[in-house]
């Protein structure tokens, strides 16, 4: 069955560093990819999406390129701030199916 | 706000009650979602609707569960007999088909604690 897999969390970062969080999947046929992300207290917010082989989602300065052949969609941003953390959350969605499989999702904590 | 909505926001149950949550989607949203989030793991589907037919339901939905869109807008999860495995985050997503694939907009949730 289909799944996402993220790395261990948590990430600890300081403002202005560079942000990798790595995301891949396990999919029949063409998933589309996504970022949620949840501020503390708020519901689930699509961060970005992309939804063939090659495109590059983005957005607030985060970026993710959808890499069939690694079958991995990371998520990067040059310059996290200390509004960035979050639990940010891979998902994909098949055509077969509506439903949304999610990974473990990982907490960002950006200190001044 | 034009945003998916729940209520209630937190619930707190005592083993073996009957709870019902409420999701009102966005409004021209044809497509509504209910997903369950225990701590620390991602959301896991439980069921959705188009319009008013409940098109597919996940295993983790037992007999204990029920969920209803009976005009195409708001829907209800009902959970009987409450269990303290059911504690979670119940969380409700809306989505417009448009021959794309469909982006899912989260309302903030409905916190269970069964004690």
């Known amino acids: 069955g289909d799944s996402v897999t993220q790395m261990e969390g948590p990430v600890t970062l300081s403002e202005e560093a560079f942000l990798t969080i790595n995301c891949t999947y396990t999919a029949t046929g063409y998933p589309s990819l996504f970022w949620y992300v949840q501020y503390p207290g708020e519901g689930l917010q699509l961060l970005l999406k992309?939804?063939?082989?090659?495109d590059k989602g983005s957005n607030k300065g985060f970026e993710a390129t959808y890499r069939k052949e690694t079958t991995s969609f990371h998520l990067e941003k040059g310059s996290v701030q200390v509004s960035d953390s979050a639990v940010y959350f891979c998902a994909l969605l098949t055509g077969a199916n509506s439903k949304l499989t999610f990974g473990k999702g990982i907490t960002l904590s950006v200190r001044p | 706000d034009t945003g998916v909505s729940q209520d209630p926001r937190h619930k707190i149950t005592k083993r073996g009650q009957n709870v019902t949550f409420r999701c009102d989607p966005i409004s021209e949203h044809n497509r509504l979602y209910w997903y369950r989030q225990t701590l620390g793991q991602g959301p896991e589907f439980l069921t959705y609707f188009q319009n008013e037919a409940q098109l597919e339901k996940s295993r983790l939905l037992s007999d204990r569960f029920s969920a209803e869109r009976p005009k195409g807008s708001f829907s209800t999860l009902e959970i009987q007999r409450t269990e303290q495995g059911d504690s979670a985050m119940y969380l409700c997503?809306?989505?417009?088909?448009?021959?794309?694939?469909?982006?899912?907009?989260f309302g903030p949730g409905t916190r269970l604690t069964v004690l």
């Open positions: 992309a939804t063939k082989a090659d």
């Open positions: 997503a809306s989505s417009l088909t448009s021959g794309k694939p469909d982006t899912q907009y």
